[in-house]
């Protein structure tokens, strides 16, 4: 094609149109696609992750901690400000402990929310009053209860439901399925009757971009997503799972969903495990982790460098933020010193 157009142009003549036209049959590539950008927002150890896809929308997964003068609470409207949004069409609860669903009812009597997405009854009887008041700022918008293999229908992105009230996925991901052989030293812990277990787990599609976020789903529901087979498959941006809290993050999802880059939602004294944080190092394929804050308990051979480190103690509340593309590659930034990193397509 170059060469006839070579050719024509050696020759002077004006180049004929018939010429051009295979290339015409090519489908534009829109170069200019916006992205998805994503929000990790330090609440100091709880979860409030925004997402704003290429078509405008926004859903925010969990509000992190009520109270302490709403110092979530203005993070995460910090965080819209910076994106440019001034309405949630969707919030997605994950479960409801203080640290994620804490925050809604404050959240709503703030900032229209489109669509409240959560996993349904709480299963926790001393958990109740919290349930109740965040049911009664639920009442604001619409509801979508979901289970396991559900969507939630944000324009732009496919957002899979794959765990929720203690269920799992009942089939694989596309492109996913393979045996895992990590199942056979799998050992199971005690069961956890709390709403951890209920995490509304879901992975995030943007092309060939895939994102992963458990809430704080618990060791043995984890297992159940990836065993005998991997019905995740392999992930891009993992989410730790409840912090980097040690009764999360086993061996057997982490290293099978083979993350080639992770971020720690911990907070100085809340999460960030040695045992935990050792597990995502040691995962095959991982190109760096990122953590939301330096873990004081873990120590320096159990924190990332600091580079990688969005605060440094509790004195700042920096976020880590993503720009995700379609073709798979994405950056991540820490918003304390301004470093970002480039993770190309593959
Ligand atoms: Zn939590």
Redesign the pocket.
């Known amino acids: 094609m170059r060469y006839l157009v070579l050719l024509a142009l050696l020759a002077g003549a004006p180049t004929p149109s018939r010429v051009a036209s295979p290339e015409s049959r090519v489908p534009a590539q829109p170069a200019t696609e916006r992205p998805l950008e994503i929000y990790f927002i330090d609440v100091e ?3 409030a992750t925004l997402f704003v896809t290429p078509a405008g929308q926004s859903m925010l997964i969990d509000t992190g901690f009520p109270g302490f003068q709403e110092r979530d609470l203005n993070r995460v409207l910090a965080a819209m400000k910076e994106a440019g949004v001034s309405r949630l069409d969707y919030l997605l609860v994950t479960h409801y ?1 203080l ?2 669903a804490g925050n809604a009812p404050a959240l709503a009597a703030k900032v229209p929310i489109g669509t409240f997405v959560d996993h349904g009854e709480t299963v926790e009887a001393n958990g109740r009053q919290l349930y109740e008041t965040y049911v009664a700022a639920r009442k604001s918008g619409k509801h979508l209860e979901v289970k396991p293999g559900d969507k939630v229908p944000i324009a732009g992105v496919d957002v899979t439901v794959v765990s929720a009230s203690g269920n799992h996925l009942a089939r694989a991901m596309p492109g996913a399925g393979a045996p895992n052989p990590l199942c056979a030293s799998f050992k199971p812990k005690d069961t956890d009757p709390s709403e ?1 277990a209920q995490s509304v787990g879901t992975v995030m599609t943007f092309g060939r971009f895939r994102m992963i976020d458990l ?2 789903l618990t060791w043995n529901k984890e297992q159940e997503l990836v065993c005998p087979n991997n019905l995740i498959g392999k992930i891009d941006l993992y989410l730790t799972t ?2 980097g809290v040690a009764q999360s993050g086993a061996p057997v999802i982490v290293q099978a969903i083979k993350p080639r880059v992770a971020v720690m939602n911990n907070g100085a004294r809340k999460g960030g495990s040695a045992e935990a944080w050792q597990v995502v190092h040691d995962s095959p394929g991982l190109e760096d982790l990122w953590q939301l804050h330096y873990a004081v308990d873990a120590g320096k051979d159990h924190n990332v460098a600091e580079p990688f480190i969005a605060n440094l103690d509790e004195s700042t509340a920096h976020g880590i933020r993503i720009t995700a593309h379609r073709d798979g590659s994405f950056s991540v930034q820490n918003e304390r010193n301004g470093l970002m990193k480039e993770y190309a397509k593959r």
């Open positions: 150890g709880g979860q402990h640290d994620h951890n809430g704080d409840h912090h």
